[in-house]
Structure formats: C-alpha cells, structure tokens
C-alpha cells in the first residue's frame, strides 16, 4: 500500500466519521430545539449554550492538541507530527467561528449587548486570531523546517492560554457564566439540560476526529504530490 | 408560563452552526477529491 493510497484511506475512514457525528448533529439539534425543556429566565435563546458551549469546547480542544504536539514536535523533529498540529489548528479555527458567532447571538439576547472586552471574551478573540496568524504563516513560509518551527511556537503559546482563557472568569470579572461542567463541584444544570449538552459536546469531539483526519490527509496527499513534482524536474 | 420573545435569536445562531460545520465538512471533501 502506497502513502497516497494510506492518505486516501485515511481521508475516507474521516469521512465517515464525519457523516456519523452530523447525523448526531442533527438529533442534538432535535433534542435541543424540541425536547428540552425552555429556561424560564432566558427563554428559548438559552438553547445556543448546546451549540455555543460545546464549540468552544472543540475549539480549545483542538488548539490544546496543537500545542501538546508542537511540544512533540520540537523534542522529536517528526514532520508528520507537524502535520497533524496544523491540522487541528484549522479545525480549531472553523469551531472558534461557531463559538465567537453563536456567543455574541446570545449575549445579545442575555446581556443586551453583542460584546464586551472583558477577560474571556478578549482572550477568546485572541487566540483566534493568533491561530489565523499560524494559518497565514504556514501558507508564508516556504522551508518545511523553519515552517514547522514557527509553527510550534505559535502553537506552544495557544496552549499557554487555553487554561488562562478557562480560568478568566475566576481570576476576573466578567459577564461571561462560570463553567457549568468543568469545574471542581457537581455540574449546575437539571439533568434533562445536562443529557443535551453532554450529548452535543460528544459529538463536537467526534466531529473534530472525522475533520482532523481528513485534513491530515489532506496534508499526505499534497506531501505526496509535490514529491511526484520534484522527482519529475 | 411566559418566557423572554428570544427564539429568533437561537434559530439563527442553530442556523449558523449547521452552515459552519457544514460548509467545512464540504470543503474538507472537495479538498480530499482535488488533491487525490
């Protein structure tokens, strides 16, 4: 078996998995939408917490990943490790616009204003648009090694600011809410609320597994194609 | 029980996150096809 053909396999096992967590999307969009229960203070906006929440949960997932493997790559010199940080960076970047457009939608609706530049929500901000500069920096530097280097930094400080961004609603005043799961007592949510959240953070983690892998792949296929190129001139 | 006249605001955030994930998944596949 080739790499191309490893890479097309990999893409295709991605893909199902994909397929797999938007069929689950789509029950947790039923189950959010008409069976769990309205909040009465916030009304029926309350419900973007099963998408907001769960997104950010994706994002930060993803860029924590990114950086653990910038850390590996730096120790080891792997290009594939490389590959797979940047494409968990990206991913990280198409849950962060879930999480920083459904998040004004709510606050709008909750707080009466789209935003505040407060600790979590700036923070938030910034670690967006520090991983669009990793994208555009990767798409501008032309040597793999040097690339892969700059890479890791930028990655290793996404990781440095994905437990400061959680904790920023302790260390400062914000309108942004305490965590609701991940804190040190018991989960503050009915359970009927926490069964639809809990369902839709699963499936935000698989579907960054089944988009992870295809961009992986994507990352082989192109290594692949411009080795073909080289060897030919 | 009368609750805040906020759906409109839940529809479009659900409506956005299908369309995000969505187009992305797309883009993903189509990438897949062009480089393969």
Do not use: C
Request: net charge positive; aromatic share 12%.
């Amino acid at each position: 078996m080739t790499r191309r053909d490893r890479a097309l396999a990999l893409a295709r096992r991605g893909q199902v998995i994909t397929g797999i967590a938007l069929a689950g999307l789509v029950g947790v969009f039923i189950r959010a939408l008409v069976f769990t229960p309205i909040e009465r203070t916030q009304g029926p906006a309350q419900k973007i917490f099963y998408v907001h929440a769960p997104a950010a949960w994706a994002a930060l997932l993803a860029f924590a990943i990114t950086g653990i493997l910038s850390l590996i790559y730096l120790w080891l010199k792997d290009r594939k490790i490389d590959s797979i940080a940047a494409a968990s960076a990206e991913v990280g970047l198409a849950f962060s616009v879930v999480m920083l457009t459904t998040g004004p939608i709510w606050g709008k609706t909750v707080w009466g204003t789209w935003w505040s530049w407060d600790a979590r929500l700036t923070s938030t901000m910034f670690i967006f648009l520090l991983f669009i500069g990793y994208r555009v920096m990767r798409g501008a530097v032309v040597d793999p090694e040097m690339r892969a280097r700059f890479s890791a930094v930028i990655g290793i400080m996404g990781l440095v600011l994905v437990p400061f961004i959680h904790m920023t609603v302790y260390l400062f005043r914000t309108l942004h809410p305490d965590p609701v799961l991940l804190k040190p007592s018991s989960p503050s949510m009915p359970g009927v609320m926490l069964v639809t959240l809990l369902t839709s953070v699963g499936v935000f983690t698989v579907l960054y597994v089944g988009f992870v892998m295809q961009r992986y792949a994507i990352a082989i296929l192109r290594d692949v194609k411009e080795e073909a190129a080289s060897a030919v001139s | 029980m009368q609750y805040p006249d906020n759906g409109a605001y839940m529809v479009v955030a659900y409506v956005i996150t299908a369309v995000v994930v969505v187009v992305y998944a797309v883009s993903l596949a189509w990438r897949v096809k062009q480089e393969s």
